[in-house]
């Protein structure tokens, strides 16, 4: 069940996609919406002798959390625009608490939901993605475009490699499954043809959704060449996906990072939102 939505803001006109989704959400599950804000202030690092005052370095971090507070005041004339119970959370903080207050925030509510942090996206953007997906046990919901208009969550794709972050983020994503008119378990084989269907796994899989009142169906795909994230994309654009589930970081993060793989892929682009759990 989801009734707290964390949205993270920045005060950009890059707002409005998670805002605008954490509303399509919140009105799809009855559910309150808490924008977060984090003003970054600067940090100063002096070594040795230093010719800035005290008085100085105060003023530098005085200004910066009023034009904070400037930002928070067109934020909260936004969040008072959307159609669903919100609250803005506005909180100064410095680079080195990122991660430690996306992570407070994660653990405090069913979803975080945040802008994509894309190739282009800056360093701190992208470290409180990852504070999000490693700081909590909860499902982190990334979305690159704006919210569509009409009816959301009608076919979701759920990427399945039997890991522990894909039971993860399934267990996650069970009330968009829900509500579903189309759910797909897809599961790619890197060998030349895939394995038979109805293995135990597959029927295990199938079986314990439709106990959660899923009616899903499970397809093996043989990858034939194609990238686990290439194959991933052409089975999202074969029945008009709106979402896809992925457990994050299969390997460790460090062999992502060095080799790539599909969470690095879906976290530069993503063709819909995104649901990943880990």
């Not at 894909?166 to 009330?175: K, M």
Request: aromatic share 6%; with cysteine; net charge neutral.
């Amino acid at each position: 069940m989801i009734k707290d939505v964390v949205a993270l803001v920045d005060g950009s006109a890059g707002d409005d996609v998670p805002l605008g989704h954490a509303e399509q959400i919140a009105r799809v599950f009855e559910a309150n919406v808490t924008a977060l804000y984090l003003n970054v202030l600067p940090e100063v690092l002096v070594s040795g002798p230093s010719s800035i005052s005290p008085i100085a370095l105060d003023q530098v971090t005085a200004r910066s959390k009023d034009r904070g507070v400037a930002v928070a005041t067109r934020l909260a004339d936004r969040v008072k625009r959307l159609s669903v119970p919100c609250e803005l959370r506005h909180v100064d903080a410095l680079g080195t608490e990122l991660w430690s207050l996306v992570a407070d925030a994660s653990l405090t509510a069913d979803l975080f939901v945040s802008r994509h942090p894309g190739a282009d996206s800056g360093p701190e953007w992208r470290l409180m993605a990852e504070a999000a997906l490693f700081g909590s046990a909860r499902g982190v919901y990334f979305a690159e475009r704006p919210a569509p208009v009409g009816p959301m969550f009608q076919s979701v794709i759920v990427a399945w490699d039997g890991s522990r972050g894909a039971a993860r983020a399934l267990t996650e994503a069970l009330p968009f499954l829900r509500k579903a008119q189309q759910a797909r378990i897809v599961t790619v084989d890197r060998a030349s043809a895939p394995e038979p269907p109805g293995n135990m796994q597959d029927l295990d899989l199938v079986r314990h959704l439709a106990h959660q009142g899923v009616t899903s169906t499970q397809r093996r795909v043989a990858a034939l060449g194609r990238s686990v994230s290439q194959v991933l994309v052409q089975e999202i654009g074969d029945v008009e996906a709106d979402l896809l589930v992925m457990g994050a970081y299969g390997h460790s993060r460090a062999r992502e990072r060095m080799f790539g793989g599909v969470t690095r892929d879906f976290l530069a682009h993503s063709p819909v939102p995104l649901l990943m759990a880990r």
